[in-house]
């Protein structure tokens, strides 16, 4: 039985017409290649057809040329929801000139946890990106002390309770992406409250989580820089859905019926607040003026337009690709946080 030929690198050099190392340092990305052994290396790799050996590479460089993007939600969330298509986006665009492989994986339930963490180590990965953390949750920890170079996705509730702002996760080195989420829900409410509005009710995202946990105390601080007392009737609580942007709206409405604007912590929380006001029977922006927080597409399909706080979702993806690649390298642990602004436009 005949099997089929694969090139050599020392085929790839003959051809090439230079040594074997000179492929290998092409292979593996070296700058320390001239243009024109460069161009002689990949035109021999293109002409035999060869693909380089990536386990035999990896024994000798210790690297896997893979990074994982580990999202703590269910698969219905991360296909469903514009933020995480983003994220991926941006993680990927910025991966695309680069040898590594981009592998995702949810999170959720224990089951699934338990398969991400035995996975999670050096003989799979390089790196790893961490999305959508709930709690002091113990990935963070559990990666740095297996050495593995990571980056967050936004801090979380923990980071932001004890104003970390960078380096470190309870005693390790990690790296962090964010946006401003405190101080751009802070722009949303000054705008409801520059628009006239007396009584601004918001629906929070969870507080379990760094975002939720940020945005609310921009709407608090915003309320504070007014002087208007801060009241828990005019608080809802969602999970960033639009469904429970609806539910809270409603809840919102039942206990302030003389409500007349809304920041909800998220696009799609806001789309779910203009429908049940819409359902209600109450005008936006007329009677009540609606903020969400995002700039997704989502914002320029709901009935009116929404007015929200701009986030760069995929700059955060490309960022994190970015401090991950750093970090792999051998770099120190850095952090970022993105800049918002807000973005208006009919609903308030």
Not at 121 to 128: S, T
Not at 242 to 249: D, I, N, R
Not at 288 to 303: H, I, K, N, P, W
Not at 317 to 325: V, W
Request: net charge negative.
């Amino acid at each position: 039985m005949s099997s089929v030929h694969r090139p050599t690198l020392d085929e790839v050099a003959a051809l090439a017409g230079v040594g074997r190392g000179t492929v290998s340092r092409v292979i593996n990305g070296s700058p320390q290649v001239s243009p024109e052994a460069r161009a002689a290396v990949q035109k021999a790799v293109d002409a035999l057809g060869y693909v380089p050996n990536r386990a035999a590479r990896a024994l000798v460089t210790r690297r896997t040329d893979s990074v994982a993007l580990v999202v703590s939600e269910s698969e219905e969330r991360v296909f469903g929801e514009p933020f995480f298509a983003g994220i991926v986006r941006g993680v990927s665009s910025h991966l695309a000139d680069t040898q590594m492989q981009l592998w995702l994986a949810m999170a959720q339930s224990v089951a699934e946890r338990v398969l991400v963490e035995r996975h999670l180590n050096d003989q799979h990965v390089d790196g790893v990106l961490l999305l959508s953390l709930h709690d002091d949750d113990p990935l963070p920890g559990l990666l740095a002390g297996r050495g593995l170079p990571t980056v967050l996705g936004g801090r979380t509730a923990l980071m932001l309770e004890t104003g970390t702002t960078g380096g470190e996760h309870n005693g390790h080195a990690i790296s962090f992406v964010d946006n401003d989420n405190e101080g751009g829900a802070r722009l949303a409410v000054e705008h409801l409250l520059n628009l006239g509005r007396r009584c601004v009710a918001a629906i929070a995202g969870p507080q379990d989580m760094g975002v939720g946990k940020a945005r609310l105390r921009g709407y608090r601080e915003a309320l504070r820089r007014a002087a208007h007392p801060f009241d828990d009737r005019l608080v809802a609580y969602g999970d960033f859905s639009e469904a429970s942007g609806a539910e809270a709206m409603y809840r919102l409405l039942h206990l302030n019926p003389g409500l007349d604007a809304v920041f909800a912590a998220s696009d799609l929380m806001a789309a779910g607040a203009i429908r049940a006001l819409r359902e209600q029977g109450r005008a936006v922006p007329a009677q009540v003026a609606v903020v969400g927080f995002e700039d997704s597409a989502v914002a320029r399909q709901t009935l009116p337009p929404l007015t929200t706080v701009h986030q760069s979702v995929e700059g955060m993806g490309r960022e994190m690709a970015r401090l991950l690649l750093a970090r792999i390298a051998g770099g120190p642990a850095h952090s970022t946080v993105l800049d918002t602004h807000l973005v208006v436009r009919e609903s308030a």
